[in-house]
């Protein structure tokens, strides 16, 4: 068993939400070698997607020993299996408010998956999307491509021949503390803003429904949003756009 762990970065994608979705998996052994894996599916979500490539992850890895090191931009997945998990199974399945959790069956499978490498077997840690980590920029390509139904060429070989710096990870992956404002508000509350890019011209809207009505039908057309100024300044950096333009 290596003492060294496998290292997976999985993203998730959907154009719609819900709407064509695809997920993306780059796995990298100690051994050295890189194998990237990536699905699409026509009708589905976000959230469903970022548990799928997790799923994906670690099925893919499940006859290899030793602990593994899960990189994902997702503090859905993240707090969903170290916080919530608990009080959903003890509640058979419901949320705090009574209601039945969301994608139960996609939640035990990945529970499942990683519950079976033991206590501690699973390290989850959290990147910033479009921070310019190699392994999350590259499953947020596959996912994203495979959701606008682009073909991606997936590798699978040695790390030698790899074009992306997979082992260069990020120093802090703890998942963001949210602040007392934020806390109070309900999931449902306004974002700080809704971004939207089309032909190449990035606007703000106040609300999602403006911001859906400019992408709808568009094609190429790229969507967000925001939850607060700093969020709404990595978003325009991911899309190559300068935030004094809008």
């Known amino acids: 068993m290596s003492a060294l762990p496998v290292v997976v970065f999985c993203d998730g994608a959907a154009k ?4 064509p979705g695809g997920w993306g998996v780059v ?3 100690p051994e050295g070698r890189v194998t990237e894996l990536g699905g699409a599916a026509p009708h589905t ?4 997607m970022e548990l799928t490539a ?4 670690l099925t893919a890895i499940e006859e290899i020993d030793g602990p593994v090191a899960m990189y994902t931009d997702s503090t859905y997945v993240i707090q969903g299996l170290n916080e919530w998990i608990w009080g959903w199974r003890r509640r058979g399945w419901k949320t705090a408010t009574g209601t039945d959790v969301l994608n139960r069956e996609l939640w035990q499978a990945l529970d499942a998956l990683a519950s079976a490498r033991g206590k501690g077997g699973v390290a989850w840690h959290y990147v910033r999307g479009h921070s310019g980590i190699p392994g999350n920029e590259r ?10 139904g682009l073909p991606i060429v997936l590798y699978d070989g040695p790390l030698a021949e790899y074009a992306l710096p997979i082992f260069d990870l990020p120093d802090d992956t703890s998942v963001p503390k949210r602040t007392a404002s934020a806390a109070g508000r309900s999931s449902k509350s306004a974002a700080y803003s809704y971004l939207s890019l089309v032909d190449g011209t990035a606007m703000r ?3 999602w429904a403006d911001c859906e009505r400019r992408v709808k039908g568009r094609s190429g057309a790229r969507f967000k949003k925001a939850i607060d100024a700093a969020d709404e300044s990595a978003i325009l950096r991911s ?3 300068k935030s004094e333009s809008l």
């Open 205 to 207: 809207h106040a609300t």
């Open 16 to 19: 719609g939400n819900p709407g």
């Open 139 to 148: 499953v947020d390509a596959i996912a994203d491509g495979l959701a606008r």
């Open 239 to 241: 899309w190559h756009v």
């Open 27 to 29: 796995i990298a052994t």
């Open 54 to 57: 997790a799923i994906r992850g």
């Open 45 to 48: 979500t976000n959230n469903k």
